[in-house]
Nanobody, 115 residues
Framework: QVQLVESGGGLVQPGGSLRLSCAAS????????MGWYRQAPGKQRELVAA???????NYADSVKGRFTISRDNAKNTGYLQMNSLKPEDTAVYYC?????????WGQGTQVTVSS
């Protein structure tokens, strides 16, 4: 059974930092593309960052230079380091991975950026 479990969300002031984690079981993150998505209230889910199996990264324009996606193969865990957070980064953040046949999602973790 595949599980992706996000953690690390919370309330942070503008300009602050958070690191999200995505602990995987039943799937090897290193052989698939891993993505972080977010969904704000009333908005569609959007791709924030992606990391391919060969180490290539892709970021949404809105987070370039502030967010960094990474993966620890030994721990089978993915990360999203978020710096210089803005109120518009407030959303539920989801981890995603899988192949062409099956895609898997975590339950999401809430990130709230507010003073």
């Amino acid at each position: 059974q595949v599980q992706l479990v996000e953690s690390g969300g919370g309330l942070v002031q503008p300009g602050g930092s958070l690191r999200l984690s995505c602990a995987a079981s039943g799937i090897l993150l290193r052989i698939y593309t891993m993505g972080w998505y977010r969904q704000a209230p009333g908005k569609q889910r959007e791709l924030v960052a992606a990391l391919t199996s060969d180490g290539r990264t892709n970021y949404a324009d809105s987070v370039k230079g502030r967010f960094t996606i990474s993966r620890d193969n030994a721990k089978n865990t993915g990360y999203l380091q978020m710096n210089s957070l803005k109120p518009e980064d407030t959303a539920v953040y989801y981890c995603n991975s899988g192949g062409r046949i099956s895609q898997y999602w975590g339950q999401g973790t809430q990130v709230t950026v507010s003073s």
